[in-house]
C-alpha cells in the first residue's frame, strides 16, 4: 500500500516539537529526514493550476525535437466576476519558461481584459493575472507557454527480404515525458525542423529557479515541512499513489470493429513539417510512448560497395541505398533524423541482424545512404605495385640553371641538386567477392598534386583531385583493377590537378633489368 | 524499543518510495515461449528470436514484456505478429515505456477472438560465442581433419530452455542455456583437407634465427583452401584459436603448435602459422653495395643479396624468400636526406629460377620460391647458394 504514515510523522513531530523526550540517535534521524525529503518528490507533479480553477479542458502540445522545447495550449473554464478578478498559475517544480505564459480569451475575447500579470518576488514559480470584465460568466481561457522535458524522437525499423532488393520500412515515433507534469488526453503535434532559439528553455528555467533558491534558502524547514503534511494528506485520501495510464487502468474495452492504428498526418509550415497524432494521448512524467508513424512495404534499395576513405574510413563499405520518393513507397512527407535498426529476413522467417545505424533528415525526392560498415566476404585491398622516376632535372649553383640529365647537356657538377622529376607509379586494386551475388562497387582515390591517370578501367573525375572508379564482379568473381599515375614533382609540378588518360595498364613482371 | 520503532519508520517510507516506481497494472504477461532459437551467426552480436502463443481477445489488448536484470537491448525489440489462417489480425496501437523500469507494454488491436503467434526479437548483450578448432594432420602433414566447435557464455541474466542455436548452418543444435552457464558443443567436423604446407623467410618482418651468424627465421605455415574442392566450404570460417595436433608414427597424437585463424569468407584460404623450422638454415647477406653517382647529389646503388640454404630434413621442401626493399634501403642508405618514392629494379646477377611470387610481390616487397632437395643419408646436405641483385635507382 502507498501512502505516508501521517499519524507516524505527527507523532514524530510532535515528539520533536515537546523538547527532546527521546534521545534520538542522530544518524537514523538524518536518515529519517531524508527519506521523508525523497518522498517529498511526489508532490512536484500537477502543480500547475490556475487557483479559482478547475482541471484543464483540452491540452495540446507541440514538441520541437531540434531543441528542447515544447509549446503547450491548455484550456480552462473560468467564472469571472464583473469588475477586477485576480488569478493565480503557478508551476512549482516543472520545466516551464517563466517568461513564456501567455493568457487568451477565447470565449468573451471583447468583453474581458488582461489589466497587468505580477510575478511576485517571493514566489517565482507563480504569477497573477488581474482581468478586468465587463459581464459575469463562465468563459474559456487559454493558456500557453513553452515547457522543456518533453521530447521526441523517430526511429525505424528496416527489414530487408530474402531477396536483398526490397525493404520493407516501419517509421516510429516516441515521446517522452520529463517535464514535471502529467499530460493526460493531450493532443499531440511534432515538429520536424531546424528553430532557432536565443536561450535554452532549460536555461531559463534554471534561472528561475537559482532566483527561487536564494529567495526560499531562509524558508525551506517551513516550506518542507508543509509539502510533507499536504503529501501526507494527499496519500490518504488516494487509495494508490501512482501513475497510471489512464488507458491501461481499466480493463481494455471490447470494440465493435477492430481498432486501427492511429494516423499521422503530416503536414507542412514554412521550414517545418509536422505530425499531428491523431485523437489524445496519455504521457504521464516519466512515460515515454511509441506510435507506429508510418509503414512502407516492398522499398526498393541498391547496395552498393564503395571506398571512400574521407566519408567511410579506409575500408570498402556496404551501403544500402534508396530514395524517399512515391516510385520507393516512400516520399509521403520528410523523414526525420533518428536510428534505423536493419535486419535482414532469412529463408526460415527468422530476422538477421545487419546494424544499428543513423539515418539522417531526409526530404521528400532525396535519397537515402545507409552505411553498413565492412562486408567481410567482400575483400579489398589496393596495392602499390611499382614506381620509378624519369624527366629528371638538376639544378646547378654556377650559372643558376636547370638541366634535364638525359638531354645530352649534362653538365658534372657534384654540388648540383635534383629540382624536378615524374614519379610513375603502378596501383591495383584487388576485389574478390566472396559473397553469390554481384555487386557493384565505386571507389574514390584522391590524388594529390598535379597528376595525370592512366587506365582503361570505368573512370570519372568526381573533383578536380579526387577520380571515381566504377566495376561490377559477378558472385565468386575476382578483379584486378589496375591505374598507373604520373606525377610532377619539384620544378615540373604545375598546378594541383588529375587528368583522365585512357591507357592500358600491364601488370608489372619484375623481371631482370639490364642493370644500371 | 523506541530505535525498532524508527527503523520501522525508515524502511516504512523505503517502501513507499520503491513502490512508487514498481508497481504497475499489468494485464497480459506473456505466454511461454514455445520456441526459441537463438543467433549465432552475427560476430559482435546475439540475436534471440522467441515464438510465443499469445490468446488476444476482440479489440485492444495489452501485453506486459519485461526484462528486469536481463542484458536486453531494448531499441532493438521487435514485435511480429506470424500471418496464418484462422489467425486473429493485430495491429500494434503503440508501446509504452514505463518510469525506471526494463519493461514495455504494447497495446494490440485484434479483429476476433484467437491465439496468434507472434516472435519476439531482441539483441541480448552478454550471451557470447567463441570459436576455436581442433585440426589434426597425417603423418606427412598433407591432410587434416578439423572440428570447429562452439562455445556458448550465458551471463545474460535470461535463461533459455529448448535453445535452439543457429549458427548459420542449415541444421540448429538444440542446446538448453541455463543462467550463467557456459557450454560448447561441435559445429562442424570435416575431413580430409588438403594441406600446403609452406616455408618463409623475411628479414625485415619475420627477423633472424641467430643475427651475428646472418641465419634467419624459417617460419612454417599451414594453408587450407576453405572451398568445397577441398572438401571444406560449408560455410565461412569464423576468427578462432586453432590447435593442431599430428599423428606420429606410431599413431598417436602429438601437439604441433597453435595460431588465431582469421575469419575466412566461402572460397578463402586461411593461412595458419604454426611454429618455427629447425633443420632449414638459410643465411643472408649482404655481399655487395656498390653506390654510382649520376649527378650531383643523384645517385643509384648496386646491391647483391646472397642467401646460403641448407635443407636436413629427409624430405624435399619449399621454401619462399622475400626480402623487403624498404628494409634493404635503410640498411644500405641509413642517412638519406628526405624520404623519396622506393625506385629498384632486379639486377642481372640474380640467380632465382623461377618468376616473382605474383601474389606476393609488389613495389615494396620482392619474393621467390625455391625447391630444396631432400638429404640424401650418408651424404653430404646440399648448400644452395641464390642470389639477388637489386639496383636502387635515382635516390638522392
Avoid at chain 1, 527521546?22 to 508532490?43: A, E, G, N, P, T
Avoid at chain 2, 569464423?238 to 604441433?256: E, T, W
Wanted: aromatic share 8%; proline share 3%.
Amino acid at each position: 500500500m502507498n501512502f505516508l504514515p501521517l499519524s507516524l510523522c505527527k507523532h514524530f513531530f510532535l515528539q520533536r516539537g515537546s523538547g527532546n523526550k527521546f534521545m534520538f540517535d542522530k544518524s537514523l534521524i538524518s536518515l529519517i529526514l531524508i527519506l521523508l525529503l525523497l518522498s517529498v518528490s511526489y508532490v512536484f507533479a500537477k502543480n500547475i493550476d490556475l487557483s479559482t480553477l478547475p482541471l484543464r479542458d483540452s491540452v495540446q502540445l507541440t514538441i520541437y525535437n531540434s531543441e528542447d522545447l515544447t509549446l503547450v495550449k491548455e484550456t480552462r473554464q473560468i467564472s469571472l466576476k464583473n469588475g477586477v478578478n485576480r488569478l493565480q498559475f503557478s508551476w512549482a517544480n516543472t520545466q516551464i519558461d517563466p517568461t513564456s505564459v501567455q493568457l487568451k480569451f477565447i470565449s468573451h475575447p471583447m468583453q474581458m481584459n488582461l489589466t497587468n500579470t505580477i510575478f511576485p518576488h517571493e514566489k517565482p514559480q507563480m504569477l497573477y493575472w488581474n482581468i478586468q470584465s465587463s459581464i459575469e460568466t463562465l468563459s474559456t481561457i487559454e493558456i500557453s507557454y513553452f515547457t522543456s522535458g518533453i521530447s521526441w524522437q523517430a526511429d525505424y525499423l528496416g527489414i530487408i527480404d530474402v531477396s536483398g532488393e526490397e525493404m520493407a520500412l516501419d517509421n516510429f515515433v516516441t515521446i517522452t515525458n520529463l517535464s514535471g507534469e502529467d499530460y493526460e488526453n493531450a493532443e499531440i503535434r511534432l515538429v520536424i525542423g531546424q528553430i532557432n532559439l536565443v536561450e535554452r528553455i532549460n536555461d531559463l528555467v534554471r534561472k528561475a529557479q537559482q532566483n527561487k533558491d536564494l529567495i526560499t534558502r531562509g524558508k525551506q524547514d517551513r516550506l518542507r515541512n508543509n509539502l510533507r503534511k499536504k503529501e501526507a494528506r494527499k496519500m490518504m485520501m488516494k487509495p494508490s499513489g501512482l501513475h497510471v495510464m489512464s488507458d491501461m487502468a481499466v480493463a481494455a474495452p471490447v470494440l465493435e470493429s477492430m481498432e486501427e492504428e492511429k494516423n499521422i498526418a503530416k503536414d507542412s509550415l514554412s521550414e517545418y513539417t509536422i505530425f499531428s497524432i491523431e485523437g489524445t494521448e496519455n504521457i504521464p512524467h516519466q512515460w515515454s510512448k511509441r506510435l507506429r508513424s508510418s509503414f512502407s512495404q516492398a522499398i526498393a534499395i541498391e547496395t552498393v560497395y564503395r571506398y571512400r576513405p574521407r566519408e567511410y574510413g579506409e575500408y570498402l563499405a556496404k551501403v544500402f541505398i534508396f530514395k524517399n520518393d512515391k516510385s520507393a513507397a516512400l516520399g509521403e512527407s520528410p523523414l526525420p533524423e533518428g536510428k534505423i535498426q536493419l535486419y535482414k529476413k532469412n529463408q526460415h522467417n527468422s530476422l538477421n541482424y545487419i546494424a544499428s545505424l543513423r539515418l539522417k533528415y531526409t526530404s521528400v525526392g532525396e535519397k537515402i545512404e545507409l552505411n553498413s560498415g565492412v562486408d567481410r566476404d567482400v575483400h579489398f585491398k589496393i596495392v602499390n605495385l611499382k614506381n620509378w622516376r624519369d624527366n629528371i632535372w638538376m639544378h646547378y649553383k654556377k650559372g643558376n640553371v636547370h638541366r634535364r640529365i638525359d638531354d645530352g647537356r649534362i653538365i658534372v657538377d657534384h654540388r648540383s641538386t635534383v629540382s624536378g622529376w615524374n614519379e610513375h607509379s603502378i596501383f591495383v586494386q584487388q576485389v574478390r567477392n566472396y559473397t553469390d551475388k554481384a555487386i557493384q562497387i565505386e571507389i574514390r582515390r584522391l590524388l594529390y598534386g598535379d597528376v595525370m591517370i592512366k587506365s582503361q578501367l570505368d573512370i570519372k573525375k568526381h573533383n578536380y583531385q579526387t577520380v571515381e572508379i566504377h566495376s561490377k564482379l559477378a558472385g565468386g568473381e575476382e578483379q584486378e583493377l589496375l591505374y598507373k599515375t604520373e606525377t610532377k614533382k619539384g620544378r615540373n609540378f604545375k598546378q594541383n590537378k588529375v587528368i583522365l588518360k585512357n591507357q592500358k595498364v600491364n601488370y608489372p613482371n619484375w623481371s631482370i633489368s639490364s642493370g644500371l | 524499543m523506541k530505535y525498532k520503532t524508527l527503523y520501522a519508520v525508515a524502511i516504512f517510507i523505503l517502501c513507499l518510495i520503491s513502490t512508487n516506481s514498481y508497481a504497475r497494472i499489468k494485464l497480459i504477461t506473456l505466454p511461454a515461449r514455445e520456441h526459441i532459437e537463438i543467433q549465432l551467426e552475427n560476430e559482435n552480436i546475439t540475436i534471440i528470436e522467441e515464438e510465443r502463443i499469445v490468446p488476444l481477445q476482440k479489440g485492444n489488448n495489452l501485453i506486459d514484456f519485461s526484462w528486469h536484470n536481463t542484458s536486453i537491448k531494448p531499441e532493438t525489440i521487435i514485435f511480429r505478429v506470424i500471418e496464418g489462417k484462422d489467425q486473429p489480425r493485430a495491429n500494434i496501437l503503440s508501446v509504452s515505456y514505463p518510469p525506471n523500469e526494463a519493461a514495455l507494454t504494447w497495446i494490440i488491436a485484434s479483429d476476433k477472438n484467437g491465439s496468434a503467434i507472434v516472435r519476439i526479437t531482441y539483441v541480448i548483450n552478454h550471451l557470447d560465442k567463441e570459436y576455436h578448432y581442433i585440426a589434426k594432420t597425417n603423418a606427412d602433414e598433407t591432410l587434416m581433419d578439423l572440428n570447429q566447435y562452439i562455445k556458448v557464455i550465458n551471463q545474460s541474466g535470461e535463461e533459455y530452455l529448448n535453445a535452439q542455436m543457429n549458427t548459420g548452418l542449415a541444421k540448429t543444435v538444440s542446446l538448453p542455456m541455463r543462467l550463467n552457464e557456459t557450454q560448447e558443443f561441435l559445429n562442424y567436423h570435416f575431413e580430409n583437407i588438403p594441406v600446403d604446407k609452406t616455408y618463409t623467410v623475411n628479414a625485415a618482418e619475420l627477423g633472424y634465427r641467430n643475427r651475428t651468424q646472418d641465419k634467419l627465421n624459417v617460419l612454417m605455415h599451414y594453408q587450407i583452401h576453405n572451398d568445397t574442392q577441398h572438401n571444406l566450404g560449408k560455410q565461412s570460417l569464423a576468427p578462432g584459436k586453432f590447435r593442431i595436433y599430428q599423428q606420429d608414427k606410431k599413431g598417436s597424437l602429438v601437439f604441433a603448435g597453435e595460431d588465431w585463424g582469421q575469419y575466412t569468407a566461402k572460397g578463402d584460404k586461411e593461412k595458419l602459422y604454426i611454429g618455427q623450422a629447425r633443420d632449414i638454415v638459410v643465411k643472408r647477406i649482404i655481399k655487395r653495395k656498390n653506390q654510382q653517382k649520376i649527378n650531383g647529389n643523384l645517385k643509384n646503388m648496386d646491391i647483391l643479396l646472397e642467401y646460403t640454404i641448407e635443407n636436413f630434413k629427409d624430405e624435399e621442401v619449399t621454401i619462399i624468400i622475400e626480402e623487403s626493399l624498404e628494409y634493404l634501403r635503410n640498411e644500405v642508405l641509413p642517412s638519406r636526406s628526405q624520404y623519396q618514392l622506393l625506385e629498384w629494379q632486379v639486377g642481372k646477377e640474380t640467380n632465382f629460377d623461377r618468376k616473382p611470387i605474383k601474389e606476393r610481390s609488389n613495389a615494396q616487397t620482392i619474393a621467390y620460391a625455391i625447391t630444396l632437395p631432400a638429404r640424401k643419408s650418408g651424404e653430404k646436405v646440399v648448400k644452395l647458394t641464390k642470389k639477388l641483385n637489386i639496383n636502387l635507382k635515382n635516390e638522392w
